[in-house]
């Protein structure tokens, strides 16, 4: 059993211990708004906030979490920046597919959390997750319309 | 795959549906791609129509019966069942607003799915299909009518319940008003008494001049849901009870696993269920998808051998390099796929002539959500899927068959995409269902079936290898009078639906070199059909991905030739088309005059190329501008003028064309999917590159509206980019790429 900080919640899982978080928020606790897009890293698709960090839980053996706190793209809403954040992406219409956007949200509003008025600079190193839809240039925008 | 509405398809659908319903054979499991099978399976059977209907209903016009379309809520809210599959061309808010305008109902208000299989559904040209960038313009009429009708049957329910004379009533957003008496009622209390009235043929559409929907930029209807993980995908499927399953292909395409070498321990690793041996494949099944494809990676599997050569099947030492050679050695004659004027004469007294060979390699379609599907068979004996799929009734019939079942005893779920740009037709060995099917048959439980990223690169229906050969005649002012194409290879259409639409010419391998705008008065080009080994496919834009890259580079080719601007030449070839003329000064007012360049930009040198095309029935011109960065292309500006002839919702157009445009520059600037020793080289994200960030450029669009009939608009931006950027980096560098993608070629910075 390991136990793990999910959007403020404890839960226990029963797993391998070098299974990634990816697989046990979507699997074993269901929370399947985290997304599977490539599993090496790459995409960006599966990252979540650990301890305020955007973090690409498809590489984060569960057992490495410790206390550390998860957040997910489920819980984005209960965030004041990451409430910000989704206006942003609803105004600018950002998604297509959207398959991406929950991992593209997360980074953003890590993002802001850490850096309030990022130059595009900081945007362009921060959000790095890839969009086969090529959203790129509405993503740019709605970072900094939610940095206001 | 503009060619669906060619005569020659919709005659041999048509064909095909008067002749009743075909005998969907059960097939080998890898041998049900064929294309008569394809199309056979778009039929309605007796026993759906019965089970829709009633046995004595004859089959429906597709789109008329409201029932079939529409749910409307308690509280006043209205469900569509939408034709087409939603991944993200922003169809099923298009749909609303067109509904909407007619029902006179907020767009808003609307939840839209896509619906199950059906007759009632076949609103392209008979079929029913998301793809072709036909979703719109096949279906806005009859989408039209669908909302008239259905506000016509809310106001006769509403004149039954007041007891006054219906044209006493009018609507006012999802309700009827009777403004005499001050009372009106809401299309909630009215849905049930309304929906069960015979349709009224004759309704009046609403004046265009009035409209309050159609041609706003509304916002899409899913923007909020895809903004905070809640929009559910295939992969994010469940049911009570399902395996995980993971699988494992053949390195090489046919190869079959002969044996297992460690199935024992396999199976007694954490969580696994049970170990498999599929066509083409092994699997196996647990109680999650890691465990699962842990166990799967685990297997030692001894595979068959592929043959040792040859390009008739994926052999021991295929690979694309070879493939394309074959392509180029060709010397079989060609089919004419366009003719017209003597060509033979032209050339003979022509000084100077052209000649160049462009090719363009196999692609992926990478979209970001990996395919899966969950198969469940049901107590009362039917099968249920969750599958992502471009054409339900086609997905329902091959399962069908696989399942030893009658096809009205498949239900088929096709939830919202995670992207599909062509990738989710029915392509043989590429879809994952059918191993679903087999596992749940297996197992006697429902399974899930997900391709891992790996499997999913390894296993993708492939945008053709693509090579043509060209020859143009000059004349004295340095126009062309003559060109010559011969393309060799083969198209998606030849493959899927050949056998019936029996044409010589695959329209797939040709569209983007046909059918030119431009008045070169004698034109020859010929087709050679030379079968690919590997999964071929649609993919966005599909022949011209790669045919409006070949021709309109060879265009400014001719313009160097003959010494002259090739914006300058294009507008004198197309001095009889207003229409082509207005959009190419539209995208050249649009970036700010035409200038080719080379100049200085401050930070170095660039330079702009020009293309136009001409794909799915909407016409585009498209600029770009480039700069050379370390000995590749950086890309600064593309500006686009898109053309469908009227919209319906001109965000989402621009939306679609950004995106269209941001996929042209990936294949363009970046992929390949090369095969070598019979394999394919990439895997995922890290040796298939596609557009990050940093390589996105600006794009700007703007829509002309000619009121032409209505074109696509889910694909159109694409075909104009390659040659665009193309001509930019000739005109930069005096270096004519000719093969795709630029990222193997190292461009000089001069
Ligand atoms: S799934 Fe984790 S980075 Fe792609
Ligand atoms: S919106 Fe489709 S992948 Fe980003």
Not at chain 2, 26 to 43: H, Q, T
Not at chain 2, 203 to 229: C, H
Not at chain 2, 726 to 734: C, D, I, M
Request: charged content about 20%; aromatic content about 6%; hydrophobic content about 40%.
């Amino acid at each position: 059993m390991t136990e793990i900080t999910v959007n403020g919640r404890i839960h226990e899982v029963a797993v391998e211990p070098e299974t990634p978080l990816l697989w046990v928020l979507r699997d074993t606790l269901g929370m399947t708004g985290t997304k599977y897009g490539c599993g090496i890293g790459q995409c960006g698709a599966c990252t979540v906030m650990i301890d305020g960090q955007a973090t690409r839980s498809c590489q984060v053996p569960v057992e490495s979490l410790g206390a550390a706190k998860v957040v997910t793209i489920d819980a984005i809403e209960d965030d004041e920046v990451g409430r910000r954040v989704v206006d942003a992406w609803v105004s600018v219409q950002v998604a297509q597919c959207g398959y991406c956007q929950s991992g593209q949200v997360m980074a953003a509003t890590a993002l802001l959390k850490g850096n309030p008025r990022p130059t595009d600079r900081d945007i362009a190193d921060a959000m790095t997750g890839l969009c086969r839809c090529g959203t790129y240039n509405r993503i740019a925008e709605a970072v900094r319309l939610a940095a206001g | 795959m503009s060619s669906f509405d060619h005569p020659s398809f919709t005659a041999a659908a048509g064909l095909v549906r008067t002749a009743g319903v075909t005998n969907v054979s059960r097939r080998g499991f890898l041998g049900f791609g064929a294309g008569a099978l394809v199309l056979g399976a778009l039929l309605p059977s007796g026993g759906a129509l019965a089970r829709a209907e009633g046995p004595a209903a004859v089959a429906p016009r597709p789109g008329t019966r409201v029932a079939a379309f529409l749910e409307i809520g308690p509280d006043g809210s209205a469900r569509l069942l939408s034709p087409f599959v939603e991944g993200g061309q922003g169809i099923s808010t298009g749909l609303a607003q067109i509904v909407g305008e007619e029902l006179d109902l907020h767009p808003a208000r609307f939840t839209v799915d896509c619906a199950p299989p059906g007759p009632d559904y076949a609103v392209v040209n008979g079929l029913r299909l998301t793809g072709g960038s036909f979703s719109t313009r096949s279906s806005y009429g009859v989408m039209r009518r669908l909302g008239a009708t259905a506000r016509d049957m809310m106001i006769r329910a509403a004149a039954v319940r007041l007891n006054v004379r219906r044209d006493e009533l009018a609507t006012e957003d999802g309700r009827v008003v009777h403004a005499k008496s001050g009372r009106s009622l809401g299309y909630g209390d009215l849905a049930a008494d309304a929906l069960v009235l015979k349709p009224d043929e004759a309704v009046q559409l609403r004046d265009p001049a009035t409209f309050r929907y159609i041609r706003q930029p509304m916002g899409r209807l899913d923007a909020r849901a895809k903004s905070t993980g809640k929009t559910v995908y295939p992969i994010d499927q469940k049911v009570d009870g399902m395996l995980y399953a993971a699988v494992r292909h053949a390195g090489h395409l046919g190869t079959e696993p002969l044996a297992l070498g460690n199935e024992p321990e396999v199976r007694g690793m954490p969580g696994v269920h049970s170990v498999h041996r599929l066509p083409g494949a092994v699997a196996v099944a647990a109680d999650s998808w890691f465990r699962a494809r842990k166990a799967v990676e685990a297997l030692d599997v001894t595979w068959s051998e592929p043959r040792p050569t040859g390009i008739d099947t994926v052999a021991a030492d295929y690979s694309s390099g070879g493939m394309l050679a074959a392509l180029k050695a060709s010397k079989e004659a060609g089919i004419p796929a366009e003719k017209d004027g003597d060509t033979a004469a032209a050339f003979a007294g022509a000084a100077p002539t052209v000649e160049a060979e462009y090719d363009a390699p196999y692609l992926a379609h990478a979209q970001l959500e990996p395919p899966s599907t969950i198969a469940r068979f049901n107590a009362d004996g039917t099968l249920e899927l969750w599958v992502p799929n471009q054409m339900p009734e086609v997905f329902q019939a091959v399962a069908s068959g696989i399942a030893g079942l009658r096809p009205e005893q498949v239900i088929v779920h096709s939830p919202t995409l995670g992207g599909f740009f062509g990738r989710h037709f029915m392509y043989a060995p590429a879809n994952p269902f059918p191993q679903a099917i087999l596992l749940a048959q297996a197992t006697g439980r429902p399974v899930k079936v997900l391709w891992s990223r790996e499997e999913e690169f390894l296993m993708d229906a492939v945008r053709p290898l693509s090579f043509s050969r060209f020859r143009a005649a000059l004349d004295g002012r340095g126009q062309p009078s003559a060109v010559e194409v011969r393309t060799v290879g083969e198209g998606p259409i030849g493959r899927w639906f050949g056998e019936v639409i029996k044409s010589p010419v695959d329209s797939s391998a040709v569209e983007g070199l046909v059918e030119k705008p431009y008045a070169i008065p004698n034109r020859s080009f010929s087709f050679v059909k030379l079968a690919h080994p590997v999964t071929i496919a649609f993919w966005r834009s599909v022949g011209h991905s790669m045919n409006d890259f070949f021709y309109e580079g060879f265009l400014d080719e001719i313009a160097e030739a003959g010494g002259r601007d090739p914006f300058e030449l294009r507008m004198e070839l197309l001095k009889d088309r207003p229409r082509h003329r207005d959009l190419l000064s539209a995208v050249a007012d649009l970036s700010g005059g035409w200038r080719r360049g080379p100049y200085e930009a401050g930070d170095g040198r660039r330079a702009r190329g020009v293309a136009m095309a001409s794909p799915f029935g909407s016409e585009t011109a498209t600029i770009a501008e480039v700069s050379i960065e370390n000995g590749q292309a950086r890309i600064h500006d593309i500006w686009i003028a898109v053309d469908p002839g009227s919209v319906v919702n001109p965000a989402i157009v621009v939306s679609q064309v950004e995106s269209a445009a941001a996929l042209g520059v990936s294949a363009t600037l970046f992929e390949e999917m090369a095969y070598e020793g019979g394999t394919r080289q990439a895997r995922n994200y890290d040796a298939y590159p596609i557009l990050t960030r940093d390589a996105m450029p600006r794009i700007h669009v703007r829509i002309v509206e000619s009121g032409a009939p209505m074109g696509g608009v889910g694909e159109v931006g694409l075909p104009g980019v390659p040659p665009a950027v193309v001509n930019a980096v000739a005109a930069l560098t005096g270096q004519r790429i000719r093969s795709l993608p630029l990222s193997k070629a190292r461009l000089s910075g001069v």
